[in-house]
Nanobody, 125 residues
Framework: QEQLDESGGGLAQAGGSLSLSCSDP????????MGWFRQAPGKEREFVAA????????YYTDSVKGRFTLSRENTKNTVTLQMNSLKPEETAVYYC??????????????????WGQGTQVTVSS
């Protein structure tokens, strides 16, 4: 089963930074939108950020705007999420996601058909 490869994550102090990367080496062409979701213990998986195929548009959940930056490199079919000024409440498992067809609701979970296994991000206070 095709799955995205994630790297990064780990432990950071509040106010610190981490970078998450995701690639889809099994594909010979670029995916459509790619992005990140996160799931904290006992909570639903929620949208964090997404970027369209040619980086024409980027989307962020309100709570991360101005602190997180998502970029992509289509020649490598990768996306990178730079997370700055991290907060303890952002402790969660972060999942990379990719859409294999054009999206209409790019922030919606159902639009994404490929997923990574998740990487833990822990922010200490």
């Amino acid at each position: 089963q095709e799955q995205l490869d994630e790297s990064g994550g780990g432990l950071a102090q509040a106010g610190g930074s981490l970078s998450l990367s995701c690639s889809d080496p099994g594909r010979t062409f670029s995916n459509y939108a790619m992005g990140w979701f996160r799931q904290a213990p006992g909570k639903e998986r929620e949208f964090v950020a997404a970027i369209t195929l040619h980086s024409t548009s980027t989307y962020y959940t309100d709570s991360v705007k101005g602190r997180f930056t998502l970029s992509r490199e289509n020649t490598k079919n990768t996306v990178t999420l730079q997370m700055n000024s991290l907060k303890p409440e952002e402790t969660a498992v972060y999942y990379c996601a990719a859409a294999t067809k054009p999206t209409y609701e790019t922030t919606a979970r159902y639009e994404y058909h490929l997923w990574g296994q998740g990487t833990q991000v822990t922010v200490s206070s």
